[in-house]
Nanobody, 120 residues
Framework: QVQLVESGGRWVQAGGSLTLSCAAS????????MGWFRQAPGKERKFVGS????????YYADSVKGRFTISRDNANNTMYLQMNSLKPEDTATYYC?????????????WGQGTQVTVSS
């Protein structure tokens, strides 16, 4: 299983931008489709977006479509989440995961997450 470490989260004002990173260990990162998920306090973890193993296809939740962009660098075992036009409702802990089923179902194996706080 791929080991995952999320980073890049911080406080940001509404309308701002932020890029999160997901660093993966192991030589099998490029085999997996990957996804971003987020969990707000007191709420269930929700799907944000996903990218296939080659990086050629992406899929997004309606709530972030047009504002967020996922990319990956297989040579460096890293996935990114570029977030633009941030809104207070984007406040959450963000997690990355390898996908069991494209494009929505993750393996139940999570990193520690990275906190994003968007202030109005």
């Amino acid at each position: 299983q791929v080991q995952l470490v999320e980073s890049g989260g911080r406080w940001v004002q509404a309308g701002g931008s932020l890029t999160l990173s997901c660093a993966a260990s192991g030589r099998t990162f490029s085999y997996y489709s990957m996804g971003w998920f987020r969990q707000a306090p007191g709420k269930e973890r929700k799907f944000v977006g996903s990218i296939n193993s080659s990086g050629g296809s992406t899929y997004y939740a309606d709530s972030v479509k047009g504002r967020f962009t996922i990319s990956r660098d297989n040579a460096n075992n890293t996935m990114y989440l570029q977030m633009n036009s941030l809104k207070p409702e984007d406040t959450a802990t963000y997690y990355c995961a390898s996908l069991r089923n494209w494009p929505l179902v993750p393996y139940n194996y999570w990193g520690q997450g990275t906190q994003v706080t968007v202030s109005s």
